[in-house]
């Protein structure tokens, strides 16, 4: 694993092979770091995954629901990968910018179904939403279309503020 990172709610894990491992853990999937000494205190009939490291070490993915999926892909697929599932720019990219999310929300639709909306803005779930309207005091319910210049730019930096906040306490 030369390097992990993720696009919306993907966690992508780029390889030394050139491939990817790209994983979804949906609502009660996650992934364990298990010591090569020590047994995972996790029950062994949720684990989904396992890969062992040449040290011992092994990287577990337990999912009680089995929502979650994981894909083995050529690294030159991601974007085609994501284009597939008709992504829109992830919350964090430099590429989703004020303009942007504006741009974006300007639809008949509810702003929080908006944020939710993965082709709209991918990476925000729904207590994310609540905190960003929270954040930037904005009714969930307002229309999108009907959202200011100046409530589209506080939300892009409210969607900032939570989400790094997020990502920072795990």
């Not at 504006?102 to 905190?131: F, H, M, P, S």
Request: proline fraction near 2%.
């Amino acid at each position: 694993v030369l390097l992990i990172d993720r696009y919306g709610k993907y966690l992508l894990f780029h390889l030394e092979s050139g491939q990817a491992m790209v994983a979804h853990m949906k609502m009660t999937g996650n992934f364990l770091l298990e010591p090569r000494s020590k047994k995972h205190e996790s029950s062994e009939k949720y684990i989904r995954f396992k890969i062992e490291f040449a040290d011992g070490t092994k990287l577990l993915f337990s999912d009680i629901r089995k929502f979650g999926r994981i894909w083995l892909i050529p690294g030159s697929r991601l974007a085609e990968f994501f284009k597939e599932r008709k992504m829109a720019y992830d919350a964090l990219s430099k590429l989703c910018t004020p303009a942007y999310l504006a741009g974006q929300l300007k639809k008949k639709r509810d702003v929080k179904t908006l944020l939710l909306d993965k082709t709209c803005v991918a990476g925000i779930g729904n207590i994310y939403a609540d905190e960003m309207l929270w954040h930037a005091k904005i009714h969930p319910l307002k229309k999108g279309e009907d959202l200011t210049e100046k409530e589209a730019r506080i939300l892009y930096q409210s969607m900032k503020v939570i989400l790094n906040l997020g990502i920072r306490s795990g």
